[in-house]
């Protein structure tokens, strides 16, 4: 038998730069004993920025390194995006996988199975506005990992986008009303048509393989009752889907604990770990390390840690 821990966490926009040493140490001195306490065998990392380490040199993981150095996971094998159409991380809003096991296999997903669209925007008047192309903000990340068992687990890192508007510029100017409501539709639009790409994509893998262990591991920006959360997972519920439906293993979690942010007071669920039936049927416990953790709307600036609370799900895999 094989004991893991598969874990999920927003770092918050995890920068650094060397005229900010000192807020950097800070914050590593507060995430440091929280990724120790999750200690994970594979861990799914999102918003990891990427910096220069001169002004005109490609960005590379520089925080990461950093973060990791010396820490237990500084070891891992690791996976991580870049920039699509480029072989170099993004300013901001990287994702990155840590495994203890081998990773097997890697790839980023970036429009690979649904294309990009254009939607023509209503009129304005006489006025024919210019139709939007809807893209995906950053690519998801997939690998596959040999674990000790003998096992393949596939693992899918994702951050779909905020629900707030997207900037669509209007007659009556992008703070308008109708400014707002179309850039609402357009965020949907990329949540969703991110959503869907990332479950066509577990659809590939289970026509391959009809008992995969698979994970879908991050930032959804999506209750569980949001479009995005149950395209994920296949449904509304397992019963309805079958063998495909993935579980939401954070909603295993009691009810008074059971929330990764917290916004102007509300408790919300926004990060998500979903699994297929075989890799659900090992699972043993889960846990948000939730005790402390701020108010994204009333925190100070710099933010030490992260607004997002990490989840750890437990399982014991049979050979």
């Not at 874990?7 to 914050?27: G, I, M, P």
């Not at 770990?273 to 005790?291: F, G, K, M, Q, V």
Request: charge should be negative.
């Amino acid at each position: 038998m094989t004991d893991m821990r598969l874990a999920t966490f927003n770092l918050e926009n995890l920068d650094w730069s060397a005229t900010h040493q000192a807020d950097f140490d800070k914050r590593r001195a507060v995430l440091l004993p929280l990724l120790s306490k999750i200690d994970a065998d594979i861990l799914c990392l999102q918003e990891v920025g990427g910096q220069k380490p001169h002004k005109h040199s490609p960005r590379e993981y520089l925080a990461l390194e950093r973060l990791l150095s010396g820490a237990p996971y500084s070891g891992y094998f690791r996976a991580a995006t870049v920039r699509p159409g480029t072989s170099t991380p993004a300013d901001v809003h990287n994702l990155a996988i840590l495994s203890k096991w081998p990773i097997r296999q890697a790839r980023q997903i970036h429009h690979d199975i649904v294309a990009r669209w254009s939607w023509p925007r209503p009129r304005e008047q006489d006025v024919q506005p210019a139709p939007i192309i809807i893209e995906w903000d950053r690519p998801l990340l997939y690998a596959a990992i040999d674990l000790p068992s003998g096992d393949l687990l596939h693992v899918i890192d994702l951050h779909l986008r905020a629900p707030r508007p997207a900037p669509v510029a209007t007659a009556r100017g992008e703070g308008s009303s109708k400014s707002q409501i179309e850039g609402q539709f357009v965020a949907a639009q990329k949540r969703e048509g991110q959503a869907l790409e990332a479950r066509l994509f577990v659809e590939t893998l289970f026509d391959a393989e009809p008992d995969a262990r698979i994970a879908i591991c991050g930032d959804f920006n999506a209750d569980e009752y949001d479009a995005p959360t149950r395209l994920l997972r296949g449904g509304d519920n397992e019963l309805q889907q079958g063998a495909r439906a993935l579980s939401p293993l954070e909603e295993r979690v009691d009810s008074q604990s059971r929330f990764t942010v917290t916004h102007a007071g509300k408790p919300k669920l926004i990060d998500h770990i979903l699994a297929s039936p075989s890799l659900a049927a090992a699972w043993r416990e889960t846990r948000i390390l939730n005790e402390g953790l701020q108010d994204e709307v009333f925190a100070a600036d710099p933010v030490l840690g992260s607004l997002h609370a990490p989840i750890i799900a437990t399982f014991t895999l049979q050979p």
